[in-house]
Each structure stands twice: as structure tokens, then as C-alpha cells.
């Protein structure tokens, strides 16, 4: 398993992973978890981790993964982070095309190192919880990227999708898969298949990687309708959504 994920881990993530001065709006929340110390700078106003670093007996995988980790959620509220920062980490360190496992994909069914993390992070966050009255319960956060996103018009909208998509097709062996794209709403795409070389029966899985690629290189937050069409004459069937 740790083989679909070696190569993203090869790249340098380090500058995320060390304390500022602490500011008067913020505290520091220490968790202890299987040997581990994770430190966070949280600003109690809008409740951002503001710093992160970690300390104790840790091997070389799990402290190259901490390092990436240490990159993703800083500037992340901390409920965001508690509630999908391992999830971003391991999509982020995935290789393109690849899934570990069948079905859902968490912490628990992938590599131990994510799971010790996520018993981290989501131990500060119930500390933090507990020492800061009036957090939301309730994760509103929107990634900021997506507000740039919905200032552009449709025809560049589909330029960029359409760049994003072919790359992975190349990446996965399907160039020469027949599609169209339409936009829905700022949020929202539709993708039509004519020709795709594998079962139509996959066609769902193979457009959900597609919605997952192109929100880890656009960093928008965007899903996917799809419609099944063996040809450009066959009515259309009824958009599903992934």
C-alpha cells in the first residue's frame, strides 16, 4: 500500500512545521498520543490554527507524513482540520489513479501512520473545544480558492476543466475516452461520456476520480453530475449526481 503514495512523499514539506511567537489572540493546545507531542497555535477569534509543529520518538515515514501534514492544515479552522485534515493529507499524498483499498476510503483502512494523526488532531480539537467557549459546531468552511472560481465566466470555466481532465486521462491511460462538459452552477458540472474504454458498470467510480482530481488541482471545490451515452445520437439518461 505504502507504494501509492511514495511519490508525493518524496517532496520536501517542512516550512509549515514550526512555532511563530505566539500572538495575544491566540493559545496553545498540546496533545500527547502514542509517544507523540502535537503543539497548535489556535486564534481564539476565528479559531485558525495558526501553528503546528510536533516532537517525540518518531520513525522517518510517519514524521515525512507529519511534515505534510503540518502543511495542510495550517490557516485551517481547527474544526476543519480535525474533521478532514487526514482526509485531505491522504487524497494529497495519493498517486494519481490509485486507491489503496475498495469502497471508503478513511484513516482506519489505509496506513496506521494517518490514523495516529488523526487521533492527534482530533484530540486538540476537543481540547481546544473545551478551553474555547462558542466554537461552531457546524463546518462552514469554503475553501477560498472557490470564490475566485465563481467570478469566472463559463467558456473559461471549461478551459480550465477541460486542461485538468485531459491531463488525467493521459495520467490514467484513457485519452482517448469522448466527453463534454456543461456548467451547472458555479459549484457544479456536468459530464457527459460517449466513449470510455473500460464497462460502462465503472463509469461512477471512474468519473468520481476524475471530481477528485480536478478538485486537488484547481483547489475548488467542484462535483460532478454525469450522464452515460454510448453515442452522440443516444438520449441522454437522467443526471446522476457521484
Known amino acids: 500500500m505504502l507504494e501509492i503514495y511514495k511519490e508525493n512523499l518524496s517532496r520536501n514539506s517542512y516550512q509549515n512545521c514550526e512555532f511563530k511567537n505566539i500572538n495575544t489572540d491566540e493559545i496553545e493546545i498540546v496533545v500527547i498520543d502514542n509517544n507523540i507531542t502535537l503543539k497548535l497555535h489556535v486564534n481564539i477569534k476565528n479559531h485558525v490554527v495558526t501553528g503546528i509543529t510536533y516532537s517525540g520518538v518518531i520513525d522517518g515515514l510517519l514524521k515525512n507524513i507529519l511534515n505534510h501534514f503540518c502543511d495542510i492544515v495550517i490557516n485551517l479552522p481547527i474544526l476543519e482540520a480535525s474533521n478532514h485534515g487526514v482526509?485531505?493529507?491522504?487524497?494529497?499524498?495519493?498517486?494519481?489513479?490509485?486507491?489503496?483499498?475498495?469502497?471508503?476510503?478513511?484513516?482506519?483502512?489505509?496506513?496506521?501512520?494517518?490514523?495516529?494523526?488523526?487521533?492527534?488532531?482530533?484530540?486538540?480539537?476537543?481540547?481546544?473545544?473545551?478551553?474555547?467557549?462558542?466554537?461552531?459546531?457546524?463546518?462552514?468552511?469554503?475553501?477560498?480558492?472557490?470564490?475566485?472560481?465563481?467570478?469566472?465566466?463559463?467558456?473559461?470555466?471549461?478551459?480550465?476543466?477541460?486542461?485538468?481532465?485531459?491531463?488525467?486521462?493521459?495520467?490514467?491511460?484513457?485519452?482517448?475516452?469522448?466527453?463534454?462538459?456543461s456548467i451547472v452552477n458555479s459549484m457544479r458540472i456536468e459530464i457527459v461520456v460517449y466513449k470510455y474504454n473500460d464497462s460502462m458498470e465503472t463509469i461512477g467510480s471512474f468519473l468520481l476520480e476524475i471530481e477528485k482530481y480536478i478538485q486537488r488541482e484547481l483547489l475548488v471545490p467542484i462535483e460532478i453530475m454525469y450522464a452515460e451515452r454510448m453515442d452522440k445520437n443516444r438520449t441522454r439518461t437522467k443526471s446522476r449526481k457521484l
Request: hydrophobic letters at 35%; charged letters at 25%; glycine letters at 6%.
Open 87 to 181: 482526509l485531505r493529507l491522504e487524497y494529497l499524498l495519493r498517486a494519481s489513479g490509485e486507491k489503496p483499498v475498495d469502497g471508503i476510503i478513511s484513516p482506519d483502512n489505509t496506513l496506521p501512520e494517518f490514523k495516529i494523526i488523526q487521533s492527534l488532531i482530533r484530540r486538540g480539537f476537543k481540547n481546544y473545544q473545551a478551553i474555547v467557549k462558542g466554537i461552531p459546531n457546524n463546518n462552514t468552511y469554503i475553501v477560498p480558492s472557490a470564490k475566485v472560481w465563481t467570478k469566472l465566466g463559463d467558456e473559461l470555466k471549461i478551459e480550465k476543466l477541460t486542461e485538468v481532465i485531459n491531463r488525467h486521462l493521459e495520467n490514467i491511460n484513457q485519452s482517448s475516452c469522448d466527453y463534454a462538459i
